[in-house]
């Protein structure tokens, strides 16, 4: 959840500046839409290995480190994906945070978590 929320958070804040920035004809949408999805895969990326480097071995988990790994990255991409569509969507970090749950509940509620494994 701390790959949307940071997305939350940041798009409301960053819109004024691409508002303006695109209306002097500075970049276009797909220029800023690439760069912010470049950074957050890098930026994802890294906070991935930093959480396997710490919680693999402290847990003691068995397997391919880099499956681990890449398996926390592409989850966290996903839900980043959803958090930026509901960031464009809204215009304040307030109503951002507020909708939030509307993406994230389903999210636990469906991830299996709660599945009686008998």
Do not use: C, H
């Amino acid at each position: 959840f701390g790959a949307a929320q940071g997305v939350l958070v940041k798009l409301p804040l960053v819109r004024g500046l691409f508002l303006r920035e695109y209306a002097a004809g500075t970049y276009s949408a797909g220029a800023f839409f690439i760069t912010f999805v470049v950074q957050q895969l890098i930026q994802g990326l890294v906070i991935a290995l930093v959480t396997y480097l710490i919680a693999y071995w402290l847990m003691g988990l068995n397997g391919p480190f880099m499956l681990f790994v890449l398996t926390f990255w592409a989850s966290a991409q996903a839900i980043s994906g959803i958090a930026f569509l509901l960031g464009v969507a809204v215009s304040d970090v307030e109503t951002a945070t507020a909708l939030s749950p509307l993406i994230l509940v389903p999210q636990i509620l469906f991830a299996g978590f709660f599945i009686e494994s008998d």
